[in-house]
């Protein structure tokens, strides 16, 4: 180890199946500050073979004993929503820095509980979507004033989860307990890039609606209740003073999918695209 290198651990590095072996796994493997110190997972077996396939220097199957390692700077937590709260309190009483994978909590009383844990630690939520390089450029287009002031901005959202069929693996995104499911995660982060280009939301309205209220499981054949919204609509207000709307969706078959957003400007009066289009995939990155 260099003297600045930084030592992740990462709670949840299923080697098979995971949002850590898909997204964190090469970014630490592609940054040279940084190093894949440890992996945990709950289940001994599980844990060796993620560090086999991730080349981390150790396994634990108690995910506790890793956070409270020494030799851990950075605690990476990627596993479902209902377990965030205990493993990130965990990590900052043992003063440690820690990535949680968003939804935060399941509540928002569990997310203002973590985030007054924090204190003065370094911490951070996988919102990863302001950090795409066209939001980015857009952001640094209309703060220069370049293109000039924003008036409206229309977004659109969709997905193919959260539509009347879905696989049984994914009933957990219909249930409100699992704390994953459209609004917390799909308007979670388009909501997030809406301040990322347009600043901070002052003022919002929205409607959620269950369209779908009986959902097909089309591996079992066996019919699901939704208990979480599969659409949403906002109207909003930035504090640039910009008014936006945005439509978030699922149900949508994955060659239409998209997530975009065009503003109109003051300077120009016209329409222009201020974000990328990108396919949208049902999933949470925990």
Not at 122 to 139: D, E, F, K, M
Request: charged residues 20%.
């Amino acid at each position: 180890m260099t003297q600045n290198e930084i030592r992740v651990g990462i709670v949840g590095a299923n080697a098979e199946k995971s949002w850590a072996k898909v997204s964190h796994v090469p970014a630490i493997k592609g940054h040279p500050g940084l190093r894949l110190a440890a992996v945990a997972t709950r289940n001994e077996r599980s844990a060796r073979e993620a560090a086999q396939a991730f080349g981390a220097e150790r396994w634990l199957s108690d995910p506790f004993v890793m956070i409270q390692d020494d030799r851990i700077d950075v605690v990476t937590i990627a596993v479902k929503v209902p377990a965030h709260r205990e493993l990130v309190l965990a990590a900052l009483e043992a003063g440690k820095a820690v990535y949680c994978e968003a939804p935060l909590g399941r509540t928002v009383a569990e997310a203002e509980e973590m985030a007054r844990a924090a204190g003065s630690l370094h911490t951070a939520i996988g919102s990863q979507g302001r950090l795409n390089p066209a939001v980015r450029r857009a952001s640094q287009l209309i703060s220069s004033g370049k293109i000039g002031r924003p008036l409206n901005a229309r977004i659109v959202s969709t997905n193919v989860g959260f539509g009347p069929e879905l696989p049984s693996s994914y009933d957990y995104f219909n249930k409100t307990s699992s704390g994953a499911n459209l609004l917390t995660i799909n308007a979670g982060h388009t909501l997030d890039l809406v301040e990322a280009v347009l600043g901070p939301i002052i003022e919002i309205d929205a409607r959620t609606e269950i369209l779908w209220p009986a959902v097909k499981l089309t591996d079992t054949g066996e019919e699901s209740l939704r208990e979480t919204a599969d659409h949403v609509a906002v109207l909003g207000k930035t504090q640039s003073g910009a008014v936006f709307t945005a439509d978030i969706y699922g149900g949508v078959a994955p060659q239409d999918t998209r997530s975009a957003s065009k503003s109109e400007d003051r300077r120009h009066g016209s329409a222009s695209p201020v974000i990328t289009p990108t396919a949208s995939k049902l999933g949470t990155s925990s």
